[in-house]
């Protein structure tokens, strides 16, 4: 099956899968398969008897999945990475790619309600199988959960006040549509930068809806675990929340303070940074708007001494 164009435009796509450095026999993991752009792109790499899994849980992207014997699409989030793999016999592979944030299919479809240019119903589901979306947020969280959203997530200075605006309308009408949430922040939100806050806001629930914060988490933690010594890990970051634990987890397998040193004065850790920070070009940028802030960092699978 072709790939639709329009579905997700891959970022920075020879860079994150040269960072694997296949191996044509290899096993590889692809968590965010999307439009399978990154996934096409490791299996014109592998040989007869190299192995590609992809997960999304995203319904849409399974119209995506490649004819090929060597592939196979699992229909999951990918915090459950090593429970299904685990589920097809494999233990350990030899690379994986993560392209983490939302594709251009979910923000360009209206009525996925990811994006702030369409009026359509709060939703922000990535996998639209899940209960909780972005009306029922907004319409029950707590005032302090929903200012810890804003404020962890969104990273607003208005959180508090517009936790404040969100109870107060919510009491009068449900809160449903974009445009609802619109003219509940309005009065908060300065027109010369009403589209740099909006993101953020929708950022906030987003993130929240989808847990993004937790999987990203367990899924580094089961990275290392499967990863095979040599192994690559490939992640593309598009903001800090999501840059800052790729970062730490890569450089000392911690998401937080520094590791334990032995009485040497050296420290144990699972992996060794590959090359630098990989930004796109100005090029890939003026194609994709999209790619602006991302962030490619590549790590291998180290012996811990």
Request: net charge neutral; hydrophobic share 40%; aromatic share 8%.
């Amino acid at each position: 099956m072709t790939q639709p164009i329009s579905y997700h435009n891959p970022v920075l796509l020879k860079e994150t899968v040269e960072g694997l450095h296949i191996h044509p026999s290899g096993v590889y993991v692809d968590v965010t398969f999307g439009g399978g752009g990154h996934s096409r792109e490791i299996l014109s790499r592998l040989g007869p008897k190299g192995k590609l899994y992809a997960f999304d849980q995203d319904t849409d992207a399974l119209e995506n999945t490649i004819d090929d014997p060597r592939f196979m699409l699992i229909h999951q989030n990918f915090g459950y990475m090593k429970r299904f793999l685990r589920l097809y016999g494999v233990k350990q592979v030899d690379g994986i790619l993560a392209d983490l944030g939302v594709s251009s299919h979910q923000f360009d479809e209206a009525a996925r309600g990811f994006s702030t240019r369409f009026d359509a119903r709060l939703d922000m589901r990535m996998n639209q199988e899940q209960e909780l979306d972005a009306v029922i947020v907004l319409n029950t969280y707590s005032e302090e959960d929903l200012m810890r959203i804003f404020k962890s997530y969104g990273e607003l200075r208005i959180a508090q006040r517009l936790a404040q605006r969100v109870v107060t309308a919510r009491e009068e009408s449900e809160i449903i549509s974009v445009a609802d949430l619109k003219e509940i922040c309005a009065p908060l939100v300065p027109e010369r930068i009403e589209h740099k806050l909006m993101a953020q806001v929708f950022q906030a629930i987003r993130i929240e809806v989808n847990k993004e914060m937790e999987v990203l988490y367990d899924f580094l933690r089961q990275s290392e675990e499967i990863l095979k010594i040599g192994g690559r890990l490939s992640v593309i970051s598009y903001h800090s929340l999501e840059d800052r634990p790729v970062k730490r987890f890569m450089r000392n397998g911690l998401f937080e303070g520094e590791p334990e040193k032995d009485v040497f004065g050296r420290s144990s850790v699972p992996f060794r940074k590959i090359g630098k920070m990989i930004i796109p070009s100005r090029e890939e940028i003026k194609l994709n708007n999209r790619a602006r802030s991302a962030k490619l960092r590549i790590a291998e699978k180290i012996e811990r001494e």
